[in-house]
């Protein structure tokens, strides 16, 4: 998607030469328009697809979520990090270990938003190791719904997550794909 690889090129600031950071536009400041095109984009790589929710988890895979799940006016859930106190126990829950912060999170979600008659979209904004996706897939697994693919905004190729979802079978759609950060600036595949 030429118009947010433009954007990451402008405003994208790498770290460390290994984490790209998109705070004007995706992970703080929002910026919308981006977000409904980005929406408008999942739409149409899944559009043979008859999607009735699309699944997410807190907190920067919910803008451009809701935007997808407007267009095709079906819900969004997203996956809570911590559980929340009004939140039963009647819950889905899934091992994520996240490799930038060191630490493992327990996610989850109430068993009465998925259905086994549910075709799953599942959307984040990056893809790295591929562990909130594969948790966000184990859900989907457990409520038994059908898993129709995984819509990533910026995934980075050279980590493993891409690799590992692919080789387990799902459909992995990621709108700007990194191959490397080289001399400060992104090298997209
Ligand atoms: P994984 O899910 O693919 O295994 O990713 P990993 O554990 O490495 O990433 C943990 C968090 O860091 C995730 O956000 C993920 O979106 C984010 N992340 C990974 N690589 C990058 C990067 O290059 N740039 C930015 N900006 N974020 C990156 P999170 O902790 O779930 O936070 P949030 O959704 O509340 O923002
Ligand atoms: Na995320
Ligand atoms: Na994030």
Redesign the pocket.
């Known amino acids: 998607m030429d118009l947010l690889k433009q954007r990451i090129q402008t405003d994208g600031l790498i770290l460390n030469n290994?984490?790209?950071?998109?705070d004007s536009f995706?992970?703080q400041q929002i910026d919308p328009e981006l977000m409904m095109k980005i929406g408008e984009e999942f739409v149409r790589r899944f559009k043979d697809e008859k999607i009735t929710k699309i699944l997410t988890?807190?907190?920067?895979?919910i803008a451009v979520s809701v935007m997808t799940g407007l267009i095709l006016k079906v819900p969004v859930i997203f996956a809570r990090?911590r559980k929340p106190k009004v939140t039963g126990d009647d819950v889905y829950t899934a091992k994520?270990?996240?490799?930038?912060?060191g630490e493992s999170n327990t996610i989850m979600i109430s068993k009465q938003f998925l259905q086994p008659e549910d075709n799953v979209l599942i959307i984040?904004?990056?893809?790295?190791?591929?562990?909130?996706?594969a948790g966000l897939a184990n859900i989907v697994e457990q409520a038994k719904a059908k898993l129709v693919g995984i819509g990533i905004v910026?995934e980075?190729s050279f980590?493993p997550?891409a690799q590992k979802l692919t080789a387990a079978g799902y459909r992995v759609e990621s709108l700007a794909r990194i191959k490397a950060f080289t001399n400060g600036q992104v090298e997209f595949l």
Do not use: C
């Open positions: 290994s984490l790209l950071k998109v995706l992970n988890i807190e907190s920067s895979g990090k994520v270990y996240s490799y930038t912060k984040d904004d990056f893809l790295a190791n591929g562990e909130a996706a910026i980075k980590q997550g």
